[in-house]
């Protein structure tokens, strides 16, 4: 992923922003692979063809699969994300706080990377000396970093905040 996601970083050409009703806007991001230097072409493919998302797509709450059980009481890391401006996202990590004491707790604010059709729309943003990435896809949300211990330090329990989450269709409950 670290590959794909350094192929990205050419990926900066901007289309007119979107608005959201309910928060800030994000610029969308358009990229082809004729865009792409020649070496970098070849990494994306025809894969990467233009592609817009909306601040609707991106502004909304995540949360990992135990989400569904958590009236079971299974342990469960939920991710608020929301426009900041054109090319920032605001983002809170919450866990369980309702019945024990939360294990995953990070404020941050991160900075649009590239989007295309094959990666989806890429965010980051600089934690403990690294970076972390935050890949948005089909209502899929990816937390990586290239130093797999950048994200266990926001989480107690060996735990981390890399990792899937799913969108959710309701507010989170924290």
Not at 86 to 106: A, E, G
Not at 118 to 130: C, E, L, P, R
Not at 143 to 158: H, R
């Amino acid at each position: 992923m670290t590959s794909t996601l350094a192929a990205l970083t050419s990926c900066n050409s901007v289309s007119p922003a979107i608005n959201n009703a309910h928060h800030s806007m994000v610029e969308s991001v358009s990229t082809t692979a004729s865009d792409l230097p020649a070496t970098q072409s070849n990494v994306l493919s025809d894969n990467a063809l233009v592609d817009t998302v909306s601040t609707d797509k991106i502004s909304a709450d995540y949360a990992t699969v135990d989400y569904d059980k958590r009236a079971q009481g299974y342990d469960w890391v939920g991710v608020m994300v929301r426009a900041e401006s054109k090319r920032q996202i605001d983002i809170k990590v919450r866990s369980r706080s309702d019945i024990k004491k939360p294990t995953c707790h990070f404020d941050g604010k991160a900075t649009l990377m590239g989007q295309d059709t094959a990666h989806g729309t890429i965010f980051q943003t600089k934690v403990n000396d690294s970076i972390a990435f935050f890949q948005f896809k089909d209502d899929t949300l990816i937390i990586d970093s290239p130093d797999k211990y950048a994200l266990n330090y926001f989480c107690s329990g060996g735990g981390s905040l890399a990792g899937e989450y799913k969108k959710l269709t309701k507010d989170l409950e924290v």
